[in-house]
């Protein structure tokens, strides 16, 4: 902190503000933490460049993540999002719908707006013709169309994403991929296929 204070690097300065966050909250020292974050945030208020800004606020949320905090995840990323959505920065969007897909729920329940924040993602992909972190996506479009029992949805977006997958060698996203398979069919009562594509899943 201080190092990045002398070069007037705001950027370094945030990132080690929010490591020192984290680290008094692992240690059990909430009160430190709290007035961490009250620095890390007026880092924020000073930022005058709306990409930094925008980034910034991702990194917050990503140390959030760690400490458990969900509502204050989503909070920074709907203000992220908000940067992106004004810059027209569809690749950054994207990617920022994806993580809102995924942790909308996870804060408070709300797996509707969470599976339009996934669709709007997709849509954007394939506007800007972005593949990265793609069947990732697609495995929380497909567990999305599933709480929300549209199957038809669902099948569409298993066939769209084995489509794309190929002759992929990258077998943590099949497993995670195949799982969702399996989490369609129990849905479904299909249970003897459910069962297959699990194992499929474990051996992947």
């Known amino acids: 902190i201080s190092a990045f204070t002398n070069l007037n690097n705001p950027e370094g300065l945030f990132c080690a503000t929010i490591d020192l966050m984290n680290a008094y909250h692992n240690n059990g020292k909430s009160e430190e933490a709290i007035e961490v974050e ?3 945030l007026k880092i924020i208020t000073e930022s005058s460049s709306k990409v930094i800004l925008g980034n910034l606020y991702e990194l917050l949320a990503i140390r959030y993540d760690e400490m458990r905090r969900y509502s204050a995840i989503v909070n920074c990323l709907l203000k992220a999002n ?3 959505r004004a810059t027209n920065n569809k690749k950054k969007l994207a ?3 994806i993580l809102l897909g995924t942790y909308y729920t996870v804060a408070n329940g709300d797996i509707k707006t969470a599976y339009a924040f996934l669709k709007e993602a997709l849509k954007i992909k394939d506007e800007i013709s972005d593949s990265e972190n793609i069947h990732e996506l697609y495995t929380n479009l497909i567990q999305k169309a599933n709480s929300e029992k549209d199957f038809v ?4 977006f298993i ?3 084995r489509s794309r997958l190929g002759n992929t060698k990258d077998v943590f996203s099949l497993g995670r991929l195949t799982d969702a398979e399996g989490q369609v069919l129990m849905s479904k009562k299909k ?3 459910a069962r297959e594509k699990f194992q499929e899943s474990v051996n992947y």
């Open 82 to 84: 908000e940067i992106w």
């Open 95 to 97: 990617k920022n719908l």
């Open 191 to 193: 249970y003897a296929e």
């Open 159 to 161: 066939m769209e994403a």
């Open 38 to 40: 009250l620095r890390a």
């Open 153 to 156: 949805s669902a099948d569409r």
